[in-house]
């Protein structure tokens, strides 16, 4: 079974700063995908930013950038130039490419506080 | 821009009742998805459909649980006979074949008493 580990609870930055949530994640197979999930008080899930496994490059949106480690089933979000906007709860989520109805499998979250 | 629609957004039901929780998915998507998130825990799958029938489904959606497309646009999830374990918030998504993200809707938050 793939299991996916947000190691960090909670998390906190100061406006403007540079964070990064870490993420790791265990699985046999070689073609899947990963997520990073927002979920504000709202409760609403948003996707943040995906990675594709045959992909080498880093994924990056605007402030938000992964770093992807195959090897080591790791993938951290890095979110540069915290906004207050940020606090939330971030989802770490693995996906796997096959048939297989394509569920997203989440890790248990990291709450981002972000501070003036 | 198209979304994923709930109804309702708060259901509160007496433990034994029948609940039925519903969703529009995004008109041109094919997959289709319920998960659950209980209060402070993470989002957890249940189930997935595709082509009028389960794809998938996880340890948790058991026999008291169901899914229906009872048309061209809604795609519901039926608890037969709730528990106060199942108060949670419900997440319908959706999802266009060949395609990575899974939107998903506002959730409805359903209170067991």
């Known amino acids: 079974a793939q299991t996916v580990t947000q190691s960090q609870p909670e998390m906190s930055v100061q406006e403007a700063e540079t964070v990064t949530l870490s993420c790791t994640y265990d699985?046999?197979?070689?073609?899947?995908?990963l997520f990073w999930y927002k979920q504000p008080p709202s409760r609403q899930m948003i996707l943040v930013i995906r990675?594709?496994?045959?992909?080498?490059q880093n994924a990056t949106e605007n402030r938000f950038s992964v770093n992807f480690q195959k090897a080591a089933k790791s993938f951290s979000l890095k979110i540069s130039d915290s906004q207050l906007g940020d606090a939330a709860m971030y989802f770490c989520a693995y996906r796997v490419d096959s048939n297989s109805g394509y569920a997203l499998n989440f890790g248990k979250g990291t709450s981002l506080l972000v501070t003036p | 821009e198209p979304e994923v629609t709930q109804t309702p957004s708060h259901q509160v039901t007496q433990m034994g009742q029948e609940v039925i929780l519903r969703c529009v998915p995004i008109s041109n998507h094919l997959y289709f998805y319920w998960y659950r998130q209980i209060l402070g825990q993470k989002v957890e799958f249940l189930v997935s459909f595709y082509n009028n029938e389960i794809s998938e489904k996880s340890e948790i959606f058991d026999d008291q649980f169901s899914v229906e497309r009872p048309d061209g646009s809604n795609f519901t999830l039926k608890i037969r006979s709730t528990k106060l374990e199942d108060s949670a918030m419900y997440f319908c998504a959706s999802i266009r074949t060949g395609t990575y993200e899974q939107y998903f809707g506002p959730g409805t938050r359903l209170t067991v008493t």
């Open positions: 699985t046999s197979e070689s073609d899947y995908y």
């Open positions: 990675q594709e496994a045959y992909k080498q």
